[in-house]
């Protein structure tokens, strides 16, 4: 595990959030602030509030969240689940808002997984009629705002009629683009990284059987190639936050999280703000993205590539 940078940590300091024992993937900020009624110093608000200004030319490209503490911040209030859903939907739409505003290009919400479906019967229905309600009151805003909508998961599972109203929707946000989207918006919806790759499997069998693709040629690119997102255009992750306090993916963008960087966070979903989403846009951009590499391969790369557009 890396330890965090000093630049890191007065991020941290700045923005309020406790401080972890080694890295960005420990990252914990203030849990339940709002419960307890504590307050943020003014200065740390202030300084806070100007990380906004730090992040222009930084923001990640593809930013996942996994929505996690619906149901835990409704019951610390005293309220049904259900309430904790619809309040999470609301903020899922606030931070959707705050990534357009700060220039993310692809923003993926883990809205509901495999596993959840486990959940209760009436708390499933009521998720999917959650989002099928949303998605009806928000499909004209999504082509007004040039948002491509697209939703990965296990179809096979959902209500007809919420399949057929995001067939309608994912078309109507495609055919009624003009030109390129100002972001993508993409929905896991009885989502497992598990169940992708057991469906990518039987698609590579399938092409061995025909005869089209040999069994020793299969490459890592092809198991690539057959991932949802990757056939909806939707590129890898670069940064991951999960709120709620557990320190996990859950089957979330398992492959395709490889080298994203993971924010965990201890503030339930509901309670996600705009400050926090900024704190860990700018811990991402104190984060040396090496791939593997070492720091000297990576200094070396960036000369390069600088001397490149010196000559251009």
Known sequence: MRSLSLRQLAICLLCGHLLPSHSL??????????????KRQPSLQSAAENIEESV???VPEHIAFILDGNGRWASMQGLPRSTGHTEGIRNALRTLDHCQELGVKVVTLYAMSTQNLLRPSQEVEYLFRAFETTLRAHIETLTERK???????????????LLQLIVDAERASRETMDG?????????MCYGS??????????LAAQ?????????????????????????????PDLVIRTGGERRLSGFLLWQAEYAELCFLDVLWPDFQKKDLLCAIRLFAATERRYGRTPTQVRQQREHEHAQEIGT
């Open 56 to 58: 222009a030319g930084v």
């Open 25 to 38: 993937s420990r990252l914990r900020t203030s849990a339940r602030r709002r419960s307890f009624g504590l």
């Open 147 to 161: 948002i491509r909508l697209v939703v990965i998961g296990d179809r096979s599972r959902l209500p007809e009629t």
């Open 194 to 203: 598990k169940n992708e790759l057991a469906g990518v499997a039987r698609t």
């Open 208 to 236: 061995v059987r025909e005869g089209t693709l040999p069994a020793e040629a299969i490459t890592e690119a092809h198991i690539s190639d057959a991932l949802e997102t990757r056939r909806a255009g939707v590129p890898d």
């Open 180 to 188: 390129e989207p100002s972001m993508t918006l993409c929905v896991a």
